[in-house]
């Protein structure tokens, strides 16, 4: 095959991150020739699997340092952002990654000539006061100032095999005699699921999705924090009671959780103010044709997805029913 036969290629930055794998997979099997450009490429051969032979290549790369966000995207014809930070550690501040991590991703496709793909959150808001919303939505308006067409995806929280919240809900329910509920758990999500926001960016990357336009994604189904939690219970064969804490109080805990070195914090305060507001579509973006039914994509039930991964928190196994 000559050079300019070979398939386009695309460049995913997080790559091997929860969301970034499974938008390798996705694109993989369109057959597009991927580079995952991530920090420790060592450690993302997990990936090779997914392509066929050669289909794969890993670069290293840091949206913190500008010329490795430029060596990645090299030859690239269009470009994936997949990284997202939930809470600062070390060097990796909200702003560093989100904003100014966006912006330069954008700077390298504009100047490769290459489209690009983003991915941002529900809730992105440039005067927000929560640090990650304000990150994401200073990250957007970078992004559309460099790459006007570039496309914008915003999901609600994202679940899946390797998600942050069922998982780690359920993981807590294995010791914990009682379960938290932030603000009373009346907080209103629309979880969806990752393959579905995975389908979403191979279609931006295949051309078929408007340019220059920011869509938001959401499940079929609009649940709140409680109802998401008893929804899990419910999965993996618990009963725990579910104990409302308030705002204050949440966000005291999630302070002194951040000064614990060496530990991610199950709780932060800057989490805590992203729980007082809904994370749902807004009804701008229903009314624009903005969301997955214009995209064509039916997104999956959560209780048809969890029981595919959370079975191995049952108390007597996978394959055995008995509530504790």
Request: hydrophobic fraction near 45%; include cysteine.
């Amino acid at each position: 095959m000559s050079l300019s036969n070979l398939p386009p290629q695309v460049t995913v930055f997080g790559g091997s991150g929860f969301v970034g794998r499974h938008v390798v997979r996705a694109l993989a099997r369109r057959g597009y020739r991927i580079r995952v450009a991530v920090r420790r490429p060592d450690l993302a051969g997990f990936l090779q699997p997914l392509g066929g032979l050669g289909q794969i290549s890993y670069v290293q790369a840091n949206l913190r340092y500008r010329d490795s966000v430029d060596r990645a995207v090299q030859d690239a014809d269009h470009v994936v952002n997949c990284v997202g930070i939930l809470f600062e550690k070390g060097r990796n501040r909200f702003d560093a990654v989100q904003d100014f991590g966006a912006r330069a991703v954008a700077e390298a496709a504009r100047a490769r000539g290459a489209t690009l793909t983003h991915i941002s959150a529900i809730g992105a808001d440039a005067q927000s006061p929560s640090g990650y919303a304000r990150s994401k939505g200073r990250g957007e308006l970078a992004i559309r100032k460099v790459l006007p067409e570039a496309v914008i995806l915003r999901p609600s929280i994202i679940f899946g095999p390797e998600d942050g919240f069922f998982n780690k809900f359920a993981d807590m329910s294995r010791f914990a005699p009682v379960l938290p509920l932030v603000g009373g758990g009346h907080t209103k999500f629309q979880p969806v699921y990752v393959a579905d926001v995975a389908e979403a960016v191979a279609l931006a990357v295949d051309g078929k999705v408007a340019k220059g336009t920011t869509y938001e994604l959401g499940g079929p189904e609009i649940l709140t924090f409680r109802q998401c939690i008893e929804l899990m219970l419910q999965v993996i064969d618990r009963k725990r009671p579910l104990v409302s804490l308030p705002f204050g109080v949440a966000s005291l805990i999630g302070s002194l959780s951040t000064l614990v070195p060496f530990v991610d914090p199950p709780l932060t305060a800057d989490q805590v103010k992203l729980l007082r507001l809904d994370n749902i579509v807004s009804d701008e973006a229903k009314k624009d044709g903005r969301t997955f039914e214009a995209l064509g994509i039916a997104p999956a039930l959560v209780e048809a997805i969890l029981p595919t991964y959370l079975v191995r928190y049952r108390p007597k196994g996978q394959f055995t029913r008995g509530t504790i």
